[in-house]
């Protein structure tokens, strides 16, 4: 159950109207004190706390190995797969490894029955999308084949339990290759009983201009990988003007034509753990918003004595503030409107939803999922 807090609400008559305790309301919210209820917040009233039955969706969530071990603990019960974010390569065909070990996160996955996924991205050594790397593997065979084959001994070596490919920039051209490059690595990885998977960028249409999306084909990649993760966020975007970061109209949208190019039990919808703040007013090219976590996006609104809004076409929580003369707008997600991006997956059947990322504390988002699925 969501209740929406009202003016004049207090921690202990929300608890006692609904049967439950103001500790427990306030753990599950992440509530520290009651100068923490903004009017407007969305509070998720527990029903089940108990998330350790059989889920009927799947559930993943990218994670970086610096993650606090306390953090991913708030979602690991929920999960299915952990995306170990992330191993680059070289033009030469070598993994290059995560800064941080990340060891212990597959150790850590495996305890809690949840298989840890190496996550594979045109990094180089700068940490940054390298499109030419893209080209390069796509394109010359002997690179190719090197690639794959470090994949499988890292996959073995480490106690992966598959491969998630999150390439983006692709060239136009290389939008064949870039896909038969995916179905080399299930096929490697299939004969060793290891799953591949493959990101896909927002597309809307086929033919949807742009360099992020011309590359990316929908149904060839769908035919060559086990399952997809959607990608359905950054309408939102540091260097964009305020909006949600995943309207649920868009989000609709995205996953319409993802269905009309791969079967629904092969597609995973992404979603997003994160907020932005944007400084007021908004200049192209100048104004850049501040990343920021859901629960952290509420401690903002009660610190500023800001209402929070909801906005019914994106279906997405925002609100304005105003610190030291300057005016903010926030959008962020909360139960309310992960709620209804749950629904959306379970109403169309897909394959599952999966999180970018686990960074950030939501521990009403993980509860929420364990008694939704």
Not at 340 to 367: C, I, Q, S
């Amino acid at each position: 159950m969501i209740y929406v807090v009202k003016a004049g609400d207090t921690l202990y008559r929300i608890a006692e109207e609904y049967g439950t305790s103001v500790n427990e309301l306030a753990y599950v919210n992440q509530l520290w004190r009651q100068n923490d209820l903004v009017v407007g917040q969305s509070l998720l009233i527990p029903e089940n706390m108990d998330r350790s039955g059989q889920r009927d969706m799947y559930v993943s969530g990218y994670a970086y190995p610096f993650v606090q071990e306390p953090v991913l603990s708030e979602s690991i019960s929920v999960l299915n797969d952990l995306l170990v974010f992330s191993y680059g390569f070289t033009f030469d065909g070598d993994l290059i490894p995560p800064i941080t070990d990340d060891l212990w996160m597959i150790e850590f996955s495996w305890n809690h029955g949840v298989k840890p996924i190496l996550v594979l991205t045109p990094f180089a050594e700068t940490g940054a999308f390298n499109n030419m790397l893209v080209k390069t593997v796509v394109e010359n065979l002997e690179v190719q084949e090197r690639l794959i084959q470090n994949l499988v001994f890292t996959v073995q070596d480490r106690g992966f339990a598959g491969v998630d490919v999150d390439f983006e920039y692709i060239f136009p051209e290389d939008r064949e290759g870039y896909a038969a490059f995916v179905g080399k690595v299930r096929e490697a990885m299939a004969g060793l009983g290891f799953s591949t998977s493959v990101a896909l960028v927002p597309k809307t249409s086929s033919d949807q201009p742009g360099l992020l999306y011309e590359g990316m084909d929908y149904a060839l990649l769908g035919q060559n990988a086990d399952f997809v993760f959607l990608m359905t966020y950054e309408w939102g975007y540091t260097y964009g003007p305020p909006m949600a970061v995943a309207p649920l109209d868009k989000v609709r949208q995205v996953v319409n034509y993802a269905l009309s190019e791969i079967p629904a039990e092969k597609i995973v919808m992404g979603i997003p753990n994160y907020g932005y703040d944007w400084k007021l007013p908004f200049e192209k090219g100048v104004t850049q918003a501040r990343l920021i976590g859901n629960v952290e996006a509420v401690h903002i609104a009660a610190e500023n004595g800001a209402q929070i809004l909801y906005n019914e076409t994106s279906q997405s929580p925002f609100f304005r503030y105003e610190q030291y003369g300057v005016e903010h707008e926030v959008w962020f997600e909360d139960v309310r409107s992960i709620t209804e991006k749950l629904n959306l997956a379970k109403e169309v059947n897909l394959r599952g939803v999966g999180y970018w990322n686990l960074m950030r504390p939501f521990r009403a988002n993980w509860v929420l999922v364990g008694e939704t699925f």
